[in-house]
């Protein structure tokens, strides 16, 4: 029969992969708390509505990269591509902004998207993430990047590059809309399928088109197209990242995937992830997207950064710790008639707060202690025969290669005693 593998686009993460991504995500949580952002967790399948009218009907994800399928009762569920709408719907939805103006909340979890596989793109991915909600300042658009950057200095990656744009207000977007009409429309049968069809149905896709990027070049700038208050905005926002100490380059024709935003956009890069894979994470302010999903006009601002392409960088300047050791101490017996004592010597060593693995199978002794070498353990722990009989035990320290008999009632301090000493 054949094997069975992990479907297209998905991957095992493994236990020293996993050890890298629990690093990854404990840095996360910790600074984003430091802000004063709480966690949050939101279902994985979502109404389909959600991202059609969050999102945007005329995005690729929308059109070409939702995992959407019927429950049995007819109603159409998507996996979640993003998670923005998701904890727009949560917070919003359960009156939290009422309380306190802006919740401020930070998640992590798995997101689909059916894009072509690649390394760093996958159908199943890793975001984490944060949104601010509830308030319109640009000191909060500046805020979120400040986590996002203190976070990359929690794990050691430097060289990160950050793009920041504005896209300005409804009634911008509108003018800007016209003046990309009027240049794009004479060149309409030059343009592929999906930007003919988005010039009519929502010209700013245009810009993020990879095939017709030659003709990105000459478009009208959205700047131009922005009123004072907007530019003001934008204005503020690089004026606190600069206060911040936090590069910003402006690109004007950063508009980003997904259509709720309004105001400050911006994506991280990293010169690692050579074109192919995109961004490193990016974001931006959201403020019409609340009332879009039917609930009272809210605005907010957030970003998520992606757990594999971010480890793919730190992986590749050497900032992952190693992998910890699965345990410290290995507890074994000589002989099968002495695993029940070793299994409660295991127990008392545990108990008193160290890592233990039990090994009672059926080999010999130097089998069982080169096994501990492979797991990484600094202690064995031998009961034989004699010790059962003694009430005791053998501690042998592994890189001290020296050994001790130890009384049971003494065995759990030595066994601390000789971790403390040897870290
Ligand atoms: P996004 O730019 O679509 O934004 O995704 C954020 C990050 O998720 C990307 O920069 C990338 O690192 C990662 N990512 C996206 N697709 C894939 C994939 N197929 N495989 C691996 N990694 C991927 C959002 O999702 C918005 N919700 C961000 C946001 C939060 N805006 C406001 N608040």
Not at 209 to 219: I, L, Q, S, Y
Request: with cysteine; proline share 4%; hydrophobic share 40%.
């Amino acid at each position: 029969m054949p094997q069975i593998a992990a479907p297209r686009g998905t991957r095992d993460i493994l236990p020293d992969e996993f050890a890298a991504r629990r690093w990854l995500l404990d840095a996360h949580s910790a600074v984003a708390e430091s802000f004063g952002y709480r966690g949050i967790e939101t279902p994985i399948i979502e109404s389909s509505e959600l991202f059609s009218r969050g999102v945007g009907t005329d995005t690729d994800i929308v059109e070409k990269q939702m995992f959407t399928f019927d429950d049995r009762g007819g109603r159409s569920l998507t996996l979640r591509p993003e998670g923005t709408a998701g904890s727009l719907r949560a917070v919003v939805g359960a009156h939290l902004d009422q309380e306190i103006r802006p919740v401020r909340v930070h998640y992590a979890g798995p997101f689909f998207r059916a894009e072509r596989p690649q390394a760093g793109r996958q159908h199943q991915f890793t975001q984490v993430g944060i949104e601010c909600i509830g308030e319109s300042s640009p000191a909060l658009d500046a805020e979120i990047i400040e986590v996002a950057w203190q976070f990359y200095k929690a794990l050691g990656i430097t060289g990160i590059q950050l793009q920041v744009n504005s896209l300005g207000s409804a009634s911008d977007r509108v003018r800007y809309r016209a003046a990309l009409v009027a240049y794009y429309t004479p060149l309409e049968a030059s343009l592929c399928d999906d930007c003919r069809r988005r010039l009519h149905t929502n010209p700013l896709r245009l810009l993020d088109c990879k095939r017709d990027a030659r003709f990105v070049e000459g478009a009208p700038l959205l700047w131009d197209s922005l009123d004072r208050p907007s530019r003001d905005h934008f204005t503020a926002v690089l004026r606190d990242l600069e206060a911040a100490g936090i590069e910003a380059i402006r690109n004007d024709r950063l508009v980003r995937g997904l259509d709720y935003y309004s105001d400050t956009v911006f994506e991280f890069w990293h010169d690692v992830l050579q074109g192919a894979q995109g961004s490193l994470g990016g974001g931006g302010r959201y403020d019409g997207l609340a009332e879009l999903l039917g609930f009272p006009a809210t605005p907010a601002t957030g970003y998520a950064l992606g757990v594999e392409r971010t480890l793919m960088v730190a992986r590749a300047l050497g900032t992952i710790p190693q992998a910890p050791a699965a345990a410290d101490v290995l507890v074994c017996s000589v002989e099968p008639a002495e695993a029940d004592a070793a299994a409660g010597i295991a127990r008392l060593i545990r108990a008193a707060g160290t890592r233990t693995v039990l090994d009672v199978a059926e080999r010999r002794l130097d089998r069982k202690l080169r096994g501990a070498g492979r797991i990484g353990t600094r202690v064995a722990v031998i009961v034989g025969e004699n010790e059962v009989a003694g009430d005791s035990a053998v501690v042998r320290d592994l890189d001290g290669h020296s050994q001790q008999t130890v009384p049971i009632a003494e065995l759990a301090a030595t066994v601390t005693r000789i971790l403390g000493g040897a870290s």
